[in-house]
């Protein structure tokens, strides 16, 4: 059975009529897997939330405790996304812990998946974006502490530039970032990640598929991490509101299997996490999504 790592908090966020951000996805996106039996209710782990000292070992700690208490100053706030609450802070760090704990199972089952996470908008001192703490970059230092790993590869599939994770990681040689993304889009001033590779608007499957498939043989034989953080964002889809390139759903599914596959003949495990994806209709998202499951569960 697929590891798959999910809580109810993730839509139980109370945001504005009409926010931007697709709240309710990531139960549709649950109920939508349960039912058409991609997920098994035994395999379906639910995580804690992470502390906020562990967050602090990433984050400035100032950073950290003015956010947790509602302090942030109002441009701070505006920069997120997100109006403050008290279910914000709690869902923030269940979303980093539920990071944590896909790492930990595709240490043990070779694959597991997500259905939240991606938050690589988030720098050391400032989230941005919808991102408030990097859960990528988290689950990667948590993991080579506790798990002693010499080398952690971040791969970064989302249409918008991990910017925050590359800076969080820009002096680390044993975290390495890689963000394949569309150069004309959020954020307007890049980050410079271990590996960048920019994409003009309007790539289709054929386009992206071929730069992946040229990548990630290099990539990973350069590198050989013994874990891969893997961002499966759906914004790369020819529908998505926020994106300007041109996937289809079989697209996306072949991004995905390709990174499984390369990682899998290597006998590198990954934890993929679903990322970003943007519609009007939160459940248009969810064929977009089940990709990322669909594909993974051909590895397990």
Not at 162 to 175: V, Y
Not at 191 to 220: F, K
Not at 245 to 255: K, P, V
Request: glycine share 8%.
């Amino acid at each position: 059975m697929l590891q798959a790592v999910y809580h109810p908090i993730y839509s139980a966020l109370p945001l504005p009529d009409n926010h931007r951000f697709p709240i309710h996805k990531y139960r549709l996106l649950y109920e939508h897997l349960l039912r058409e039996g991609v997920l098994h209710p035994d395999a379906i782990h639910q995580p804690e939330p992470l502390t906020l000292d562990q967050v602090a070992q990433v984050h400035c700690p100032d950073y950290v405790r003015r956010f947790a208490e509602g302090t942030l100053d109002p441009k701070a706030q505006r920069r997120l996304g997100f109006p403050w609450s008290a279910p914000l802070v709690q869902r923030t760090l269940t979303a980093c812990g539920g990071t944590v704990r896909t790492a930990e199972l595709a240490l043990e089952h070779g694959v597991a998946c997500h259905l939240s996470g991606g938050y690589h908008h988030a720098h050391r001192d400032f989230g941005s974006g919808f991102c408030v703490f990097n859960d990528l970059v988290l689950a990667a230092r948590l993991m080579m502490a506790q798990q002693q790993l010499s080398r952690i590869l971040i791969l970064d599939c989302d249409v918008h530039q991990g910017d925050g994770t590359a800076t969080l990681c820009q002096d680390d040689p044993e975290i390495i970032t890689c963000s394949l993304h569309c150069e004309r889009n959020f954020p307007a001033r890049k980050a410079h990640s271990h590996i960048d590779i920019p994409l003009d608007n309007g790539v289709d499957d054929v386009q992206y598929l071929a730069t992946l498939n040229e990548l990630l043989p290099w990539l990973l034989n350069l590198y050989q991490p013994d874990l891969i953080l893997y961002d499966a964002g759906v914004d790369v889809h020819r529908d998505d509101a926020l994106g300007y390139l041109e996937l289809s759903d079989a697209g996306l599914f072949q991004r995905d299997h390709a990174v499984m596959s390369a990682a899998m003949d290597r006998g590198i495990p990954v934890a993929a996490v679903i990322g970003g994806g943007y519609a009007k209709c939160h459940g248009d998202l969810i064929p977009r999504h089940q990709q990322l499951f669909l594909a993974a569960s051909e590895f397990i």
